[in-house]
């Protein structure tokens, strides 16, 4: 089996080794001439605190409460939670043609920082080492609740992907069942780590450094990459060198190595487009409340959905909503131009 993949501007699929799940990546469709949709790109001059903002500091949220005049970062229980920790269990089942249940969970919302106009490539490292001490704080804390299985801690970044307030923040979602991305990934790592007792992940970051196609970032602790098998064009991955299984095993200089290649990441998809890049981001790691699972390997998905520029984007339709994904820029072309990237802000020169 050949070890360097040649296969030029041939169509070909590749297997996500965390779901078993393939993706079509088609090389030879980056030369089409595009005859898509363009946008005009939104301004982006928001104010340092906005009197209107339910997430700035002092303010009164839509249930009432007043904001503390928090000086780094900020955590409380959603307003409108998607999931309610006083959910009875309750199952139903017709005939096994009508099945379903109820979720109990706690949902939290976390401001990243009392500035209303900076996202976290904007911050200071020092400020993004805040918003991960408190990411692992209420990691720690939820894990404590006996009924809750998964946390999921997570960031939607821009109007495009859905976020409703622009006042940088993400969630943390905990909940009494698995979700189905987690159940998939428990599938693969689990099948791995018991035929080699070694996490998917740990080999894996091992031949992405040797083969440095696709590294965009790295320092002691972390690597950031785009994966062999990225669905969307600019997708990528942080991940931790050592086998971690979740963000309480993080210690001092992980967590400060985590603020440094978080803010790097960041920064360039920034600058890719010269925009504030938005993106759906999240950290997949060890259920809890389940035992030891030394077959989970910590590490952060980035899904962006921009495309060509700032102002167009992929959609996953037709044969990737009735089939598999499909892309036509190819990881690796995808991991050199973040690499190309400046590490200092747009904004900042």
């Given at each position: 089996?050949?070890?360097?993949?040649?296969?030029?501007?041939?169509?070909?699929?590749?297997?996500?080794?965390?779901?078993?799940?393939?993706?079509?990546?088609?090389?030879?469709?980056?030369?089409?001439?595009?005859?898509?949709?363009?946008?005009?790109?939104?301004?982006?001059?928001?104010?340092?605190?906005?009197?209107?903002?339910?997430?700035?500091?002092?303010?009164?949220?839509?249930?009432?409460?007043?904001?503390?005049?928090?000086?780094?970062?900020?955590?409380?229980?959603?307003?409108?939670?998607?999931?309610?920790?006083?959910?009875?269990?309750?199952?139903?089942?017709?005939?096994?043609?009508?099945?379903?249940?109820?979720?109990?969970?706690?949902?939290?919302?976390i401001a990243f920082t009392p500035r209303h106009d900076?996202?976290?490539?904007?911050?200071?490292?020092?400020?993004?080492?805040?918003?991960?001490?408190?990411?692992?704080?209420?990691?720690?804390?939820?894990?404590?609740?006996?009924?809750?299985?998964?946390?999921?801690?997570?960031?939607?970044?821009?109007?495009?992907?859905?976020?409703?307030?622009?006042?940088?923040?993400?969630?943390?979602?905990?909940?009494?069942?698995?979700?189905?991305?987690?159940?998939?990934?428990?599938?693969?790592?689990?099948?791995?780590?018991?035929?080699?007792?070694?996490?998917?992940?740990?080999?894996?970051?091992?031949?992405?450094?040797?083969?440095?196609?696709?590294?965009?970032?790295?320092?002691?602790?972390?690597?950031?990459?785009?994966?062999?098998?990225?669905?969307?064009?600019?997708?990528?991955?942080?991940?931790?060198?050592?086998?971690?299984?979740?963000?309480?095993?993080?210690?001092?200089?992980?967590?400060?190595?985590?603020?440094?290649?978080?803010?790097?990441?960041?920064t360039r998809y920034d600058n890719l487009f010269k925009?504030?890049?938005?993106?759906?981001?999240?950290?997949?790691?060890?259920?809890?409340?389940?035992?030891?699972?030394?077959?989970?390997?910590?590490?952060?998905?980035?899904?962006?959905?921009?495309?060509?520029?700032?102002?167009?984007?992929?959609?996953?339709?037709?044969?990737?909503?009735?089939a598999n994904p499909q892309r036509d820029i190819t990881?690796?072309?995808?991991?050199?131009?973040?690499?190309?990237?400046?590490?200092?802000?747009?904004?900042?020169?």
């Amino acid at each position: 089996m050949q070890s360097t993949l040649n296969f030029g501007d041939s169509p070909h699929t590749r297997v996500n080794i965390l779901t078993g799940e393939k993706v079509l990546v088609s090389p030879h469709r980056s030369k089409r001439p595009w005859q898509g949709q363009v946008e005009d790109l939104p301004g982006d001059n928001r104010p340092e605190y906005d009197p209107q903002c339910y997430l700035c500091p002092t303010n009164k949220r839509a249930d009432g409460d007043i904001n503390p005049d928090y000086k780094e970062s900020f955590v409380f229980v959603n307003d409108f939670s998607a999931l309610l920790k006083d959910t009875s269990q309750q199952e139903f089942n017709e005939d096994e043609l009508f099945v379903a249940e109820t979720e109990r969970g706690i949902c939290k919302v976390i401001a990243f920082t009392p500035r209303h106009d900076l996202t976290l490539p904007e911050m200071d490292q020092a400020a993004i080492k805040s918003v991960i001490d408190l990411w692992q704080k209420e990691f720690v804390e939820l894990s404590k609740v006996d009924w809750i299985k998964y946390i999921q801690i997570f960031e939607n970044k821009g109007a495009i992907m859905g976020c409703s307030n622009p006042h940088p923040h993400g969630q943390i979602w905990s909940q009494n069942h698995l979700p189905v991305e987690i159940q998939k990934e428990c599938v693969q790592q689990q099948q791995y780590f018991n035929k080699y007792q070694r996490t998917i992940l740990s080999d894996y970051v091992k031949a992405e450094l040797r083969k440095e196609e696709r590294i965009i970032d790295e320092n002691d602790s972390f690597v950031s990459l785009v994966p062999f098998w990225a669905a969307w064009p600019y997708e990528t991955m942080i991940v931790s060198k050592r086998s971690i299984q979740n963000i309480a095993g993080f210690d001092e200089k992980e967590k400060t190595d985590f603020a440094a290649i978080l803010k790097l990441l960041t920064t360039r998809y920034d600058n890719l487009f010269k925009t504030s890049f938005p993106y759906s981001a999240g950290m997949h790691q060890a259920p809890v409340n389940d035992g030891d699972h030394p077959e989970w390997h910590w590490h952060m998905h980035f899904y962006p959905p921009l495309l060509r520029s700032a102002t167009v984007k992929k959609f996953m339709v037709g044969y990737e909503m009735l089939a598999n994904p499909q892309r036509d820029i190819t990881p690796e072309v995808a991991a050199e131009q973040l690499r190309n990237c400046s590490t200092v802000h747009y904004k900042a020169k």
